[in-house]
């Protein structure tokens, strides 16, 4: 039994299937298969008012890339959540066990969840045990229940796949860094820049703490660039990625400033969080994931910005695969983009959901 992780977004869809052996240190992680394609436009935008027409893209993509890509020993699918229709919060409660938590989580959950408990599922995992008030910190997670369900059914229409794992994007992330840096105690932010939103988890200590959305992706430059020198959209990607020198660099630099400063400042709304109950919080690192991450001069930009090192994640790099089955060049462009499909294609069984 193995499990493909989809990363589906308003643009493309992307999938993994990674073959894991092993425990700890003996721990062999192998590449199988991996694969890319485009949604159709604007339908996923519009998932909350035409809910079957982002079912349906959603399974074809599914479907599509588990044929094209040869995935087919991956039966199980785990996709991710993001946007406003989720509440991600960290809460203290009374001491639990994880195994007790669910049933008490709905009655401490219910005055942070602006819809009727019925309405949503909830989970919760514990992060810091007790403390001396008897508390401890917990992640609250919520979602709408129609949302998942509509993904379990958009699982089903493929044929092929079953449900193994609902997970949130911003999570999935995290996964990913946790499972290629075990038992990290850094104050990392891991940043995950995809065409319509930004994903950033703050971590403490090693835990997520603060955990955002922002929708301003890379998609906005791309946009912008084409504005400002009136070309296609494909000539602004390449402009946005350095494979061609802009008509008027100075331009282009305001233009990258100006996206790029938004994202610095949801990034700093989220440290401000962070410090609200750790106030010496500073980040050692940040990673860059997503397919922005590989905007030319990004990395520097942040590391300039914040004062630490910043860098490019990507969890393929640690992984071994077939170099006549994959060409390098290509694991190293694709791998920050397989950032949340590898957080979730690591989840090895299927869960209740």
Known sequence: MSVIGFDIGTYAAKALLLSIKGKGKSQSVTLD??????????VMAQWEDQPVPARTAMSAAMRTLVKLCKLSRG??????LSGETMIIKKISMPVTSQKELRQSLA?????????????V???GHILTTEDSYGQMSVLLVAARREVVYNY?????????????????????????YDFIYPNSSENVI??????????????????PHTLKEESVGGQRLTEDIEDAF??????????????TAPPDLNECREVFDRIVSNWQAAIDRAIEQTRAEVPNYNPSKIFLAGGGANINGLVEQFHNYYNVPADIFNPLTY???????????????????????????IRSKPEKL
């Open 190 to 207: 891991l940043v995950d820049i995809g065409a319509s939103m930004i994903h950033i988890t703050v971590l403490v200590d090693g835990l």
């Open 152 to 176: 379990i059914q958009a699982i089903a229409l493929t044929k092929v796949l079953k449900p193994a794992v609902i997970d949130i994007d911003v999570l999935a992330l995290f996964n990913a």
């Open 75 to 80: 039966r199980y699918a785990a996709l991710s």
């Open 121 to 123: 599922i909830i989970d």
């Open 230 to 243: 009136n070309i296609s959209p494909e000539e602004a990607e390449s402009i946005k990625f350095g494979t």
């Open 107 to 119: 009655l401490e959950a219910e005055q942070y969840i602006p819809y009727p408990i019925s309405e």
């Open 319 to 345: 992984v071994k695969f077939n170099t006549k089955k994959f060409d390098r060049s290509y694991i190293d462009y694709i791998g920050p983009q397989m950032a949340v499909a590898f957080g979730l294609a």
């Open 33 to 42: 298969g991996l694969g890319f394609s485009q949604m159709p436009s604007g």
